[in-house]
């Protein structure tokens, strides 16, 4: 009996189980128009008109964020400018876990520039040449002058390692760095 009972019925009841816990995980909590807005418990208590219920429902429905890093508008604001002809170099400091490698192939793949990277297929690194030249480069990245100051290199590491890299590949760059 105990041998026909795991072979045969127990199956079935994992798969069910299974089936269920699933189910639990997958099916939304309230289908379509089924749950019932309720208004604000302070709206309900002042007897408050439909345009503050309004009002108060969607400030309940924004999250309440303090500001940690209040920056004022003009920093926010602030345009700088780049020139590629020139002696300017974008260092692309890449920060894990934050998209920067998806973000990082698109500035050497995907950018409409008067002269493209120039990405040979089955390589990861694209030589990103200024306009009119052979050698001097205007991005500093894994995509395009490689892992130069080591593997995820933070900010103190690449602000001491960059000028002098970029004078081993032979580019002038420039040494103000910001």
Same mark, same amino acid.
């Not at 876990?97 to 520039?113: E, P, S």
């Not at 100051?149 to 910001?178: F, I, Q, Y």
């Given at each position: 009996?105990?041998?026909?009972?795991?072979?045969?019925?127990?199956?079935?009841?994992?798969?069910?189980?299974?089936?269920?816990?699933?189910?639990?995980?997958?099916?939304?909590?309230?289908?379509?128009?089924?749950?019932?807005?309720?208004?604000?418990?302070?709206?309900?208590?002042?007897?408050?008109?439909?345009?503050?219920?309004?009002?108060?429902?969607?400030?309940?429905?924004?999250?309440?964020?303090?500001?940690?890093?209040?920056?004022? +508008?003009?920093?926010?604001?602030?345009?700088?400018?780049?020139?590629?002809?020139?002696?300017?170099?974008?260092?692309?400091?890449?920060?894990? %876990?934050?998209? #920067?490698?998806?973000? #990082? +192939?698109?500035?050497?793949?995907?950018?409409?520039?008067?002269?493209?990277?120039?990405?040979?297929? #089955?390589? %990861? %690194?694209?030589?990103?040449?200024?306009?009119?030249?052979?050698?001097?480069?205007?991005?500093?990245?894994?995509?395009?002058?490689?892992?130069?100051?080591?593997?995820?290199?933070?900010?103190?590491?690449?602000?001491?390692?960059?000028?002098?890299?970029?004078?081993? +590949?032979?580019?002038?760059?420039?040494?103000?760095?910001?």
């Amino acid at each position: 009996m105990d041998e026909r009972f795991n072979r045969w019925l127990l199956p079935p009841l994992l798969a069910l189980l299974f089936l269920l816990i699933v189910y639990q995980y997958v099916s939304p909590a309230c289908p379509g128009a089924a749950c019932p807005r309720r208004p604000p418990a302070s709206a309900a208590r002042r007897g408050g008109g439909p345009e503050e219920r309004e009002e108060e429902e969607e400030a309940a429905a924004m999250p309440r964020l303090a500001a940690k890093f209040p920056f004022a +508008r003009g920093e926010l604001c602030r345009r700088g400018r780049f020139d590629m002809r020139g002696r300017d170099v974008i260092v692309f400091l890449h920060i894990q %876990k934050t998209g #920067g490698t998806t973000f #990082g +192939r698109h500035l050497v793949r995907n950018i409409h520039l008067e002269q493209p990277c120039y990405c040979r297929a #089955g390589q %990861k %690194k694209c030589a990103c040449h200024r306009p009119g030249g052979d050698k001097d480069t205007w991005l500093f990245s894994r995509f395009s002058t490689g892992w130069s100051c080591g593997l995820h290199a933070d900010w103190t590491e690449l602000t001491s390692c960059v000028p002098a890299a970029m004078e081993r +590949r032979g580019c002038a760059g420039n040494r103000t760095l910001r």
